[in-house]
């Protein structure tokens, strides 16, 4: 199994633009989490889809950020506008939910966003 | 909403050392999860543990949900095993894993 796949791994932009991340979970998860890590507030949950739903947006910082799972296989975080405070390491993590969604997630390598 | 604890903060070891690291959380857990962060940023899981002791090659991990908290332990460090060690709960009805702020680990050779 290759893992949970993000992409691009680093990302350099400049304040105003937009930055979409992306994501494809491990093969047969049916739980989707993305995360932010900053020095500051350490691993915070942003927002997270079951069955490619939305299930709770309530850590989305603002309406700059939006996200969407428009298929199993495949998630994007999206900035617009971005600016210089949401430089950070994006993470997203999937898992098997087993009916519930306590269950083991997997994260994927990250993606370093710096907003200049 | 729950809290969770770690400590300590920080820990330098010569290689061959061996350590714990404490997890404590405020409330009662439904889940419980140990990742190691590389030094490259990457997430590792290390344990998938709400209760009981499980052991995997140096590593073992020990979580006791009736007194709210769980230890990891490492044996015979090496420097492979530096980086940031968190712990992370889920707490009954709430589907949100909330991380502790880390142990931060160095080895030295």
């Known amino acids: 199994d290759a893992g949970v796949i993000q992409s691009p791994r680093h990302e350099v932009t400049e304040m105003g633009q937009e930055v979409t991340l992306r994501c494809k979970p491990i093969?047969?998860?049916?739980?989707l989490f993305w995360y932010r890590q900053t020095m500051m507030r350490g691993l915070e949950l942003l927002i997270y889809?079951?069955?490619?739903?939305?299930?709770?947006d309530s850590g989305m910082p603002e309406d700059r950020f939006s996200a969407k799972m428009p298929n199993a296989s495949f998630s994007t975080l999206k900035i617009q506008p971005s600016e210089p405070r949401d430089s950070a390491v994006y993470f997203c993590?999937?898992?098997?939910?087993?009916?519930?969604?306590?269950?083991?997630?997997?994260f994927g390598p990250g993606t370093r966003l710096t907003v200049l | 909403g729950i809290q969770v604890e770690q400590s300590p903060p920080d820990l330098i070891l010569q290689e061959g050392a061996n350590s714990t690291l404490r997890c404590n959380f405020s409330?009662?857990?439904?889940?419980l999860q140990w990742f190691h962060q590389n030094p490259w940023g990457q997430l590792i899981n290390l344990f998938y543990?709400?209760?009981g002791t499980k052991q995997n090659g140096r590593l073992s991990a020990t979580t006791v949900a009736t007194e709210r908290y769980s230890l990891l332990y490492i044996s015979s460090s090496q420097t492979t095993d530096s980086g940031v060690y968190f712990c992370?709960?889920?707490?009954?009805?709430?589907?949100?894993?909330?991380f502790g702020t880390g142990t931060r680990l160095t080895i030295i050779p």
């Open positions: 889809f079951n069955n490619n739903v939305p299930i709770d």
């Open positions: 409330d009662s857990v439904n889940n």
């Open positions: 543990i709400p209760s």
């Open positions: 993590a999937s898992s098997t939910p087993w009916g519930t969604a306590y269950n083991e997630q997997f």
């Open positions: 093969s047969g998860h049916d739980y």
């Open positions: 992370a709960v889920w707490g009954f009805g709430n589907e949100k894993l909330t």
